[in-house]
Structures are given as structure tokens and as C-alpha cells.
């Protein structure tokens, strides 16, 4: 993989080229930057109301027929949460012209995304209100969803009782009150809010010439964006925490623990790399504390891992247990976050942690997706590392930095979804 080519372009845009030649496809990316503030149901639903149609391609077959015509190129949109801000994503993978006999791939892909992002289907001057209408109850059906998922929905209301206060406890995909009171003119205004004010980020992974890129670019891009907005940092609270605990019952089988931690450090800090370190020595795999004393030998747990929030400075362990034993389970568990504070780190357990934090940074140069991903991480955090630089600052960090770095992170929630008394 060749150095990251950042070019700035007016408007507050920046293009990232990250030129590889053993990929196959040229995968391209938009990326709205908004600030997780009122509007974020709003903003979760605007990137699945374009995806509908666009002049020219103004229903789903007619964008299916496009793609099929590019030799089967995907597209898709997305929203995600990087810190207190949402990311509007519109996304294209497509063959690379070189194998083709076709010329003009490039091109036209560019000319699509123009177009589904500046020129959507209105009525009556704004969104078509079938498309808003079937697009509500769409993301209505997936917040609802996320209740199926007993995992990842403990985690989510970990987080919000943890930042209750804080625009961290936000649900990226918005609210479902929200979305039952949506003004569909206020939608089409924070629409148009989004292309003219919003930080912008374009990438392109893969085997491309970069001045040609960015002529493609620059022909094709049709934004009128004269004031773009400055996206505040996220707050990371640095300081000591009472602890609080938090039990909710549900008609569940397992019982999900989860423990939110501040770690009291951000991406900037020169503790951060030892920190990523940590969570993996606590939580990162199946060379792991957690993993080995609680699943493995104690059999409390039916999972158990560490995951760092690091857009947030915090920490967060999650574990499927049996609700009789929660609090033998949550004592072994707190019993590991102290053995990392006291040191108690085997040199086998430090070497396991850095060979899979590297093992995954390496696996992600070979995933386009993964690749831009990492580098819009840096654009919300100011980092820049470029992959390798990473993966040879990981190998630099000290054991005792890590146990340095420990005494940092301190317990904030304990959430508990637990089984309704009778339920089982």
C-alpha cells in the first residue's frame, strides 16, 4: 500500500487517495460529518431517503439497472457514531475499469453519488413522502430491532445510563419518538443543512491514478457550500467517578453484565497505545484475562470481552451470565481490572495481546472498507498514523506502561439485564 494522498478541496472537503494495486475494485466513500445533536433522528434517516432515487435514477430498478450496467458495482449508505457525531456515509464498490473493456467506470460512479446526494426525488418541494414514509417505518423497524439482539442492547443501555447527560447516549440510529413526530420539511431542511454546512470527507481505495481522481472529482461534485460547520470535540470526562448500578429486568434467558469504565484518556494522549494494549491483556480475545479466568476456568460466563469507546475515552466489558451467579461473576471480573492495576500481567499475555492487536491492524490493510474506516477515524480525531506507523508503535509499547495506564481506568456503571423473577 502507497502513502495516503490527502488533497483539500474547497468547501471544507477532504480527499483521501489511498492507492493499492493488489485490489481489484476502486472503492469510494462520502462521508458527512454532523454534530449528534437534536437532529439526529433526522440525520439517520436522510442517507436511506436518497438512497431511494435521484433525477435520472429515480426509483429502485432504474439504480439497479445502473449498477448492473457497471459490471454488478454495489452501493450503499449508512450512518455511524464516531465519538459525539454521526457519520452520513454513501459508499460505492466497483470493478476496476482496467479489467474491463468499458472506460468511464470511474466517471460515472462519481456522476451517480453526485446525484443521489444533490438531486433527490421531491414533491411539493421536498422529500417524495412515500419514500419518507416507507423509510420511517424501515429505521423504525431497526431501533426496534436492536431489542432482539440482547447483546449489543445491554451494551446500548450501558451507554446510556453511563452518559445519560452527555450526547454519547444518543442511539445513532436516532429515537422512534422522533421518528412517530417527524416534520418532513424540517427533514428537507437539515438535508440541505448537511450538504452545504457539514465537514466533508471523500475516500477512494485502490489501484488509481490520484491526479485523475481528483479532475473526476472536481467535475463531478456539485455542492454549494460557501459556510461549513466546525464540529466541536467530543467532551471525555477525565476525572474520578462514583460508581452507580443500574438493573434492568426483561424476559431474557441468559443475563447480560456489562461494566462502562472512563479511562481517562483520549485518542491524543501518548497513553493511548498502552491502552489499547490493556483492553486487549483484559478483553481482547481468547488469550485474554477475562476470557481465560472467567469463561475458561470459572465457567461464569458465556461470553466476556473488553472494547475500548475510544472516540468517548471509555471502556466497556460485556458478559452473558447466569443471573443466580452475578455477583460471583462481577467480583472475578473486577478482580481481573485490579490484577492489571497490581501488575499481575504475564510476559505470555502482553506477547498474545500485541501479536492479535497487530494480526488485526494488518488484516485491515487488506479490507477496503476497514481501511477507510481507520483513516476516518483520524480525520475525527486528528491522528496520523498511517497503518504501519501504527502497528510499529504498538510493538514499541512497554508492559509497564500498561500497568501505568491501568490506574487510569475507573469503574463508572454496572449495568445488569436480568431475567424477570419467575421468567425462567
Same mark, same amino acid.
Given at each position: 500500500?502507497?502513502?495516503?494522498?490527502? *488533497?483539500?478541496?474547497?468547501?471544507?472537503?477532504?480527499?483521501?487517495?489511498?492507492?493499492?494495486?493488489?485490489?481489484? !475494485?476502486?472503492? +469510494?466513500?462520502?462521508?458527512?460529518?454532523?454534530?449528534?445533536?437534536?437532529?439526529?433522528?433526522?440525520?439517520?434517516?436522510?442517507?436511506? =431517503?436518497?438512497?431511494?432515487?435521484?433525477?435520472?435514477?429515480?426509483?429502485?430498478?432504474?439504480?439497479?439497472?445502473?449498477?448492473?450496467?457497471?459490471?454488478?458495482?454495489?452501493?450503499?449508505?449508512?450512518?455511524?457514531?464516531?465519538?459525539?457525531?454521526?457519520?452520513?456515509?454513501?459508499?460505492?464498490?466497483?470493478?476496476?475499469? !482496467? %479489467?474491463?473493456? /468499458?472506460?468511464?467506470?470511474?466517471?460515472?460512479?462519481?456522476?451517480?453519488?453526485?446525484?443521489?446526494?444533490?438531486?433527490?426525488?421531491?414533491?411539493?418541494?421536498?422529500?417524495?413522502?412515500?419514500?419518507?414514509?416507507?423509510?420511517?417505518?424501515?429505521?423504525?423497524?431497526?431501533?426496534?430491532?436492536?431489542?432482539?439482539?440482547?447483546?449489543?442492547? @445491554? $451494551?446500548?443501555?450501558? +451507554?446510556?445510563?453511563?452518559?445519560?447527560?452527555?450526547? %454519547?447516549?444518543?442511539?445513532?440510529?436516532?429515537?422512534?419518538?422522533?421518528?412517530?413526530?417527524? &416534520?418532513?420539511?424540517?427533514?428537507?431542511?437539515?438535508?440541505?443543512?448537511?450538504?452545504?454546512? @457539514?465537514?466533508?470527507?471523500?475516500?477512494?481505495?485502490?489501484?488509481?491514478?490520484?491526479?485523475?481522481?481528483?479532475?473526476?472529482? /472536481?467535475?463531478?461534485?456539485?455542492?454549494?457550500?460557501?459556510?461549513? /460547520?466546525?464540529?466541536?470535540? !467530543?467532551?471525555?470526562?477525565?476525572?474520578?467517578? *462514583?460508581?452507580?448500578?443500574?438493573?434492568?429486568?426483561?424476559?431474557?434467558?441468559?443475563?447480560?453484565?456489562?461494566?462502562?469504565?472512563?479511562?481517562?484518556?483520549?485518542?491524543?494522549?501518548?497513553?493511548?497505545?498502552?491502552?489499547?494494549?490493556?483492553?486487549?491483556?483484559?478483553?481482547?480475545?481468547?488469550?485474554?484475562?477475562?476470557? +481465560?479466568?472467567?469463561?475458561?476456568?470459572?465457567?461464569?460466563? %458465556?461470553?466476556?470481552?473488553?472494547?475500548?469507546?475510544?472516540? *468517548?475515552?471509555?471502556?466497556?466489558?460485556?458478559?452473558? $451470565?447466569?443471573?443466580?451467579?452475578?455477583?460471583?461473576?462481577?467480583?472475578?471480573?473486577?478482580?481481573?481490572?485490579? &490484577?492489571?492495576?497490581?501488575?499481575?500481567?504475564?510476559?505470555?499475555?502482553?506477547?498474545?495481546?500485541?501479536?492479535?492487536?497487530?494480526?488485526?491492524?494488518?488484516?485491515? *490493510?487488506?479490507?477496503?472498507?476497514?481501511? =477507510?474506516?481507520?483513516?476516518?477515524?483520524?480525520?475525527?480525531?486528528?491522528?496520523?498514523?498511517?497503518?504501519?506507523?501504527?502497528?510499529?508503535? $504498538?510493538?514499541?509499547?512497554?508492559?509497564?506502561?500498561?500497568?501505568?495506564?491501568?490506574?487510569?481506568?475507573?469503574?463508572?456503571? =454496572?449495568?445488569?439485564?436480568?431475567?424477570?423473577?419467575?421468567?425462567?
Amino acid at each position: 500500500m502507497s502513502d495516503i494522498i490527502i *488533497k483539500k478541496l474547497e468547501g471544507n472537503i477532504n480527499l483521501h487517495i489511498i492507492p493499492d494495486k493488489k485490489f481489484k !475494485t476502486v472503492y +469510494i466513500s462520502y462521508c458527512f460529518h454532523r454534530d449528534l445533536d437534536k437532529d439526529y433522528t433526522y440525520n439517520a434517516l436522510i442517507p436511506a =431517503v436518497l438512497k431511494r432515487g435521484c433525477e435520472g435514477y429515480e426509483n429502485q430498478k432504474k439504480i439497479g439497472a445502473f449498477l448492473e450496467e457497471q459490471y454488478g458495482a454495489l452501493f450503499d449508505v449508512g450512518v455511524q457514531k464516531l465519538g459525539e457525531r454521526q457519520i452520513l456515509r454513501f459508499t460505492m464498490d466497483l470493478v476496476n475499469e !482496467t %479489467y474491463t473493456p /468499458k472506460d468511464g467506470l470511474l466517471a460515472q460512479s462519481f456522476y451517480f453519488l453526485n446525484r443521489i446526494i444533490t438531486k433527490p426525488v421531491l414533491e411539493n418541494s421536498i422529500f417524495r413522502e412515500d419514500y419518507v414514509n416507507q423509510e420511517k417505518e424501515n429505521l423504525k423497524n431497526r431501533i426496534l430491532a436492536m431489542i432482539n439482539d440482547k447483546m449489543q442492547y @445491554s $451494551i446500548e443501555r450501558c +451507554i446510556q445510563e453511563m452518559c445519560k447527560n452527555e450526547k %454519547y447516549s444518543r442511539f445513532v440510529l436516532g429515537s422512534v419518538e422522533d421518528l412517530e413526530s417527524l &416534520d418532513s420539511e424540517r427533514l428537507y431542511r437539515v438535508y440541505h443543512d448537511m450538504i452545504a454546512t @457539514s465537514p466533508l470527507d471523500i475516500f477512494v481505495v485502490g489501484d488509481v491514478d490520484a491526479e485523475k481522481v481528483l479532475l473526476l472529482i /472536481k467535475n463531478s461534485l456539485d455542492l454549494d457550500r460557501s459556510q461549513t /460547520k466546525i464540529i466541536s470535540e !467530543t467532551i471525555i470526562k477525565r476525572v474520578g467517578v *462514583k460508581q452507580r448500578q443500574v438493573i434492568e429486568e426483561m424476559d431474557v434467558a441468559q443475563a447480560k453484565l456489562n461494566i462502562g469504565f472512563r479511562t481517562n484518556t483520549s485518542v491524543k494522549d501518548k497513553e493511548y497505545l498502552p491502552l489499547v494494549v490493556y483492553a486487549s491483556v483484559l478483553g481482547g480475545g481468547p488469550h485474554s484475562k477475562l476470557f +481465560i479466568n472467567v469463561r475458561e476456568r470459572s465457567s461464569l460466563a %458465556y461470553y466476556a470481552f473488553a472494547r475500548l469507546e475510544k472516540y *468517548k475515552g471509555l471502556m466497556l466489558i460485556g458478559s452473558g $451470565i447466569d443471573q443466580k451467579q452475578y455477583q460471583q461473576a462481577l467480583e472475578i471480573i473486577m478482580e481481573q481490572v485490579n &490484577d492489571m492495576e497490581k501488575g499481575n500481567i504475564t510476559d505470555m499475555e502482553f506477547t498474545a495481546a500485541i501479536n492479535a492487536i497487530t494480526t488485526s491492524l494488518r488484516g485491515a *490493510k487488506d479490507e477496503p472498507g476497514q481501511l =477507510v474506516n481507520y483513516y476516518l477515524g483520524n480525520t475525527v480525531t486528528g491522528a496520523s498514523y498511517s497503518l504501519d506507523d501504527l502497528i510499529e508503535e $504498538i510493538m514499541k509499547v512497554k508492559l509497564e506502561e500498561v500497568v501505568e495506564v491501568a490506574k487510569r481506568v475507573k469503574v463508572d456503571t =454496572v449495568y445488569l439485564l436480568s431475567p424477570k423473577e419467575g421468567s425462567l
